[in-house]
Each structure stands twice: as C-alpha cells, then as structure tokens.
C-alpha cells in the first residue's frame, strides 16, 4: 500500500522568513496530493492540493510543487506570519474510486516572532 | 453553510465498553470519510461511506464499524473498547465527484 514520509517533524523559522515541508509516497499510482493545516482544536483544513498532471501550483503565499519521478512533493510558505503556526499534513491518493487519504506524520511549525 | 459537525466533542469509556461517534457532513455531500488520529500513528483511514454504502476500509480490526444513512449522517462504533482506541476520530464529508475533504473538530475518545 501507499506509505507517505514526511520532513521534517519540527519547523521553526522566523516571522517573514520562507517555510518547506516536504514529503515523498511511495505508491506511483497516487495522483492527488492534498495539504492539510490543523490548528489546536480543529480539524485538518485543506489549504492546497496538487494533481499528477501538474508540476506546480501556487495560491498566494503558498505554493506546492510536485516531481512524479522522485515521488516527491513540498509545500512552501512564503512571508511566513504567526498565524501560519499549526501543524502541517501532507496526503497522497488515488482519486480514483473511493478516496482513501494516506497521510505524512505531520509538521509543526511555529513561526517566531 | 454549517461545516462538518461531530458529537460528541469529548468522551470518556473503560476498556470492555462499546462508543458510537456521529457526524453530520456538510449539506449536499453525500460521502462521508472517518479517520483515527493518535500521536503516535498520525491520520489513518478508518472507512469511507457513500449512498449508504462502505466503499473503502483501513486496516482496522472488526472492532470497528460504520453506517450511514439516508440522510448522509454517519455514525462509527466501536465495541470491546482497548486503551489504544483512544484517539480523536475525524469525520470527513466530500462533494460527489470532487476531491477536498472537509473534516470536523472530531471527537476525543479517552479508553481508561
């Protein structure tokens, strides 16, 4: 089955400053890669998501990039604000059919000001 | 539009008990996705359920088990509570046809 690595487990970095979280599957039959944040209390909120037909999508401040043939994809935050602190998931399925997400270990990421 | 909504927020079992979990999905999606997370083992895959049919399970034992009604709500069971069922179970629901899902806050099991 698909099995989803990610790195690093810690991120601290300075208020402005770029963030990278990256994260590589193992399945090449996995072809939607989804973000996640989840903030103390909540659940995991989608914030980006990337299909195996692209290389790089951005969205403001955030942007993933993908590489099928290492198997690996990253997110990067840029401008990095305090409220970008959380903990980040990355995911990786095959949309088709029935969606069953496998997810990183996740990324917490604090942002000092 | 009201999100994914879970009930209860927070409970508290000993082991040998039995737990159901609710959710509600948000209005119009009719899938519905449950998913165990623990500090140890991350996010897992539980099952996904659409018209009232189970489309995919997670390696979990039978122990764990899930319905769906006609109303898109869900509910989760699990019987023969273990100390390692304790975990925040997430409910997800998805529009048919698109990928994001859309968790609630979950609700946070505690097996004594």
């Known amino acids: 089955g698909e099995n989803v690595e990610q790195h690093p487990s810690t991120l601290s970095v300075q208020e402005g400053d770029s963030a990278v979280i990256k994260c590589t599957y193992s399945d090449s039959a996995s072809n939607y890669f989804p973000w996640y944040k989840q903030e103390l209390g909540k659940g995991p909120q989608l914030i980006i998501d990337?299909?195996?037909?692209?290389g790089e999508k951005k969205d403001q401040r955030i942007a993933v990039t993908l590489n099928k043939t290492a198997k690996h994809f990253s997110l990067h935050i840029t401008e990095t604000q305090p409220e970008d602190s959380a903990v980040y998931f990355c995911a990786a399925s095959n949309i088709q059919g029935a969606q069953k997400l496998v997810f990183g270990q996740g990324t917490r990421l604090t942002i000092n000001p | 539009k009201a999100g994914v909504t879970q009930t209860p927020r927070y409970l508290i079992k000993t082991r040998g008990q039995q737990v159901t979990l609710s959710c509600s999905p948000i209005s119009g999606h009719r899938s519905v996705s449950w998913y165990q997370q623990t500090p140890g083992q991350g996010l897992q895959f539980l099952f996904e359920?659409?018209?009232?049919?189970?489309?995919n399970k997670g390696n979990f034992p039978g122990r764990f088990s899930g319905r769906q009604f006609s109303n898109s709500r869900s509910e989760m069971n699990v019987s023969t509570l273990e100390l390692g069922d304790s975990a925040l179970y997430l409910c997800?629901?998805?529009?048919?046809?698109?990928?994001?899902?859309?968790f609630g806050s979950g609700t946070q099991l505690s097996v004594l």
């Open positions: 990337i299909r195996s037909n692209v």
């Open positions: 359920y659409f018209s009232e049919t189970q489309r």
């Open positions: 997800a629901s998805r529009q048919g046809g698109l990928e994001e899902l859309f």
